[in-house]
T-cell receptor
Framework: GESVGLHLPTLSVQEGDNSIINCAYS??????FIWYKQESGKGPQFIID?????DKRQGQRVTVLLNKTVKHLSLQIAATQPGDSAVYFC???????????FGKGTRLSVIA | GAVVSQHPSRVICKSGTSVKIECRSL??????MFWYRQFPKQSLMLMAT?????????EQGVEKDKFLINHASLTLSTLTVTSAHPEDSSFYIC?????????????FGDGTRLSIL
């Protein structure tokens, strides 16, 4: 289930189940979006990206969906594994070569 | 793939010490690098944009005299936390975007855990 902690919401899933992590982004003019995975004590690691002219993109075990109408981004992880346990951040590019703006993040906890 | 290296990974020092953190793009040139700060259980907050050969651009509320940024080459940016105090303790992360347009992901270093006693 999903719960909201003091700072980071947490999503707990059983190993083998699919995970869906959601993100609401801030700017309707954002043209590029990325999902990052951050393990404890490390920097964010690129997972998958999507441009604003697309609404779906698939990678290996991961799918990103973009709904520009409601400014919503989701990351789907198929057959979740213990190694997927981490904090996941969505990030948006507001315009041109500007720094990414990060969402609040979601902690994914995989139950073996 | 693009690799960003950050050093050191961890620093523990006394209050009043200045600490320098290095960020290197290992296999691409980066005219722009970004410095973020992350508190426990929180998201990354942009501190400043480091520009090769010119002054850094700081976000609102970030003291430029406190957090000195130097981007002397196309592969190296440094962040110096001057006269650090316990409230400066945090996780500092740098990133860079390979050339080729805005739709290239930023790649991140593994961060520097700064602990001021």
């Amino acid at each position: 289930g999903e719960s909201v902690g003091l700072h980071l919401p947490t999503l707990s899933v059983q190993e083998g189940d699919n995970s869906i992590i959601n993100c609401a982004y801030s700017n309707s003019a954002s043209d590029y979006f990325i999902w990052y995975k951050q393990e404890s004590g490390k920097g964010p690691q690129f997972i998958i990206d999507i441009r604003s002219n697309m609404d779906k993109r698939q990678g290996q075990r991961v799918t990103v969906l973009l709904n520009k109408t409601v400014k919503h981004l989701s990351l789907q992880i198929a057959a979740t594994q213990p190694g997927d346990s981490a904090v996941y951040f969505c990030a948006e590019n507001l315009a041109g070569n500007t720094p990414l703006v990060f969402g609040k993040g979601t902690r994914l906890s995989v139950i073996a | 793939g693009a690799v960003v290296s950050q050093h050191p990974s961890r620093v523990i020092c006394k209050s009043g010490t200045s600490v320098k953190i290095e960020c290197r793009s290992l296999d691409f040139q980066a005219t722009t690098m970004f410095w973020y700060r992350q508190f426990p259980k929180q998201s990354l907050m942009l501190m400043a944009t480091s520009n090769e050969g010119s002054k850094a651009t700081y976000e609102q509320g970030v003291e430029k005299d406190k957090f000195l940024i130097n981007h002397a080459s196309l592969t190296l940016s440094t962040l110096t936390v001057t006269s650090a105090h316990p409230e400066d303790s945090s996780f500092y992360i740098c990133s860079a975007r390979p050339p080729g347009g805005f739709d290239q992901p930023q790649h991140f270093g593994d961060g520097t855990r700064l602990s001021i006693l």
